[in-house]
């Protein structure tokens, strides 16, 4: 019975301190832009900041308006703009951190329907420490925060 308590304890802490690491975590302004009828991939951004003591990680995100969710980086090699997938996005101790146009940000691949200005897309973002953090990117028009001279499309784009 002593060793059955135990386990219930140790399983019981682990919840709490997963539920302590996710209050640490709190997300600022998920938006998506809305797409063109026939659009195969979206875009989400948000800010995450992490008020906690220790630094987290984004490591995933879902949602079931894609197929395919993944965190990508764009970045500028020998004057050519690339983006590619990453393993996750580091969110330091007391920062914060800006997935945005021209930077980090979610690609929503395989859409299952076109993004429209006024929805909302749910989903989560799991962190390392935090856990599953549920999110409801809110969708605007296609030009919203244009940054790093994009427009919204994704065209000319090596990935």
């Known amino acids: 019975m002593k060793k059955f308590s135990a386990l219930a304890m140790a399983a019981a802490l682990s919840l709490v301190s997963a539920a302590a690491f996710a209050a640490d975590i709190t997300v600022d302004h998920p938006w998506s832009r809305a797409t063109p009828a026939g659009a195969q991939v979206g875009a989400g951004y948000v800010t995450i900041k992490n008020t906690g003591g220790a630094p987290d990680k984004l490591l995933s995100v879902a949602s079931d308006v894609a197929g395919k969710t993944e ?29 945005k146009p021209g930077g980090y940000h979610i ?12 929805e909302t897309i749910k989903g989560s973002l799991t962190f390392e420490r935090a856990g599953q953090v549920p999110v409801e990117f809110k969708v605007e028009a296609m030009g919203a925060g244009s940054g790093g001279g994009m427009s919204g499309g994704m065209s000319g784009m090596k990935h």
């Open 107 to 118: 690609m929503f691949q395989q859409l299952k329907q076109p993004l429209k200005v006024g």
């Open 71 to 99: 965190i990508h980086e764009m970045s500028m090699d020998n004057g050519v703009m690339k983006m590619r997938p990453v393993a996750g996005v580091e969110i330091p101790a007391g920062k914060s951190v800006e997935l």
